[in-house]
């Protein structure tokens, strides 16, 4: 037992506590318990050997490293929470297991969290959620709403179950002199091991969720795809044009010059726009890696993939304007060149 139980302190006074609470339960060495930052090496050096078989943690969320800290992870964050779930994806055995305490932001955040959520749904299996109160984890100084994540490494997911803790009869919040009991698990661990549904419990089957999301989702990156392509065509154009009005500078710079500044600024229009639709296919094609992370209602994803068509659609009607007009004044000018040298071509 001495050298099985390890662990990792940063701040001084935690360590000195917890390393007290191992004395008191038993553990009279606990020369394993490490005065230092857990997150200082990150998740990508790890080892077999570093590896372990068991990890429970209430790290600390809502605060942020110090810089340089993210730049030894797989995925850049600076939240405590996201770098600690990194870490202990990477730390655990395969068939690891692992509790952890962590805010509903890790669970519904996107961008970053996003990516860390599928990494977790893709290499582990998220089994259960516990669903706590408010104000578990740190009232009276913030009602912050948490959960209770198990899970194993041995993935993917394919079910989630959820357990909604409720308060205890005539409780209406947690505070100090009305903590919580450990008494008030008596009834999730009588269902741990014979599962049902009932009015705290319920089921998502995951892997069907995931499916049907990447069905939806397949037709509007193909249509980014399509949309991206279009950007680098008319990219090419806008090139065409800088060449063209490098050439009229040549011929009659100072006969032509309202002309071209005018063909000028609608190039700069023309390329930033340009640019606008480059970015909205990247996007599109990059929500490859996020949907698991992006499970929304069918109608949410009804809604916002209904919007980013019509966004994308009105952007290349714009362009073809453009585009046109621009081609318009670019014959205008090649038409008066011509003119003015005699009617030779250019």
Sequence with gaps: MQVSVLGIEKKQLPHVLCITNMMLHGIETPSFILHDNA??????????????????TNPPFGGQEEDGIETNFSIKSRETADLFLLLIIRLLKKGGRCGIVLPDGTLFGDGVKARIKEKLLEECRLHTIVRLPNGVAFNPYTGI???????????????????????PEGYKS????KPMQMEEFEPEKAWWNERTENEYAWKIDFKTLKQEALSKAKPHW????????????????????????????????????????????????????????GGKGKNGTGGRGCVLAHLQSDLSIRHRAKTEKRDSEKMLKDYRELL????????????ELMNAIGGKSA
């Design 39 to 56: 997150l200082r090496e990150g998740d990508k050096g790890i080892t077999e050997k570093d590896r372990v078989d068991v990890i429970l």
């Design 145 to 167: 709403k948490t959960n209770l994540l198990f899970f194993t490494k041995r993935g993917p997911t394919e079910e989630i179950w959820f357990y909604e803790h409720p308060y």
């Design 174 to 177: 947690y505070s100090k002199t």
């Design 222 to 277: 193909t249509e980014a795809d399509a949309h991206t392509k279009e950007a680098m065509r008319l990219e090419a154009e806008v090139r065409m044009i800088a060449k063209d009005i490098a050439e009229l500078k040549k011929e009659d710079e100072k006969k032509n010059r309202k002309k071209i500044k005018a063909l000028q600024d609608k190039q700069k229009q023309f390329q930033k726009v340009c640019g606008t639709v």
């Design 324 to 335: 046109q007009e621009i081609t318009e004044i670019r014959e205008q000018l090649k038409q």
